[in-house]
Nanobody
Framework: QLQFVESGGGLVQPGGSLRLSCAAS????????IGWIRQAPGKEREGVSC????????YYAGSVKGRFTISRDNAVNTVYLQMNDLKPEDTAVYYC???????????????????RGQGTQVTVSS
């Protein structure tokens, strides 16, 4: 059974930084494309960033490109999202999610997933 333990969310001022972690179990990171999706109240679910299981190729939504960095540590089966220069519009629940298949990266980039965690709240406010 796939499980995810997300951590690192919280309240931060605009311009601040947070690092999200997702410890995965029940599978290895080289089996699925994995990434982060977010959902804010009243807004559509958004694919934030994802990383390929095969070659480490990454995707970033235009709204976070240059500010967020995704990485993974296969040794501890954990994926990270370093978020810098946070903006109020980044406020959302962030979910660790995986997808599989040849279109996995495209699916995650569109906010579509096969499995996801419970989420961690990120609030950017002064």
């Amino acid at each position: 059974q796939l499980q995810f333990v997300e951590s690192g969310g919280g309240l931060v001022q605009p311009g601040g930084s947070l690092r999200l972690s997702c410890a995965a179990s029940g599978f290895t990171l080289d089996s699925y494309a994995i990434g982060w999706i977010r959902q804010a109240p009243g807004k559509e679910r958004e694919g934030v960033s994802c990383i390929s299981s095969r070659n480490g190729r990454t995707y970033y939504a235009g709204s976070v490109k240059g500010r967020f960095t995704i990485s993974r540590d296969n040794a501890v089966n954990t994926v990270y999202l370093q978020m810098n220069d946070l903006k109020p519009e980044d406020t959302a629940v962030y979910y660790c999610a995986v997808s599989t298949g040849v279109a996995a990266m495209d699916l995650l980039g569109s906010g579509v997933y096969h499995y996801r965690g419970q989420g961690t709240q990120v609030t950017v406010s002064s």
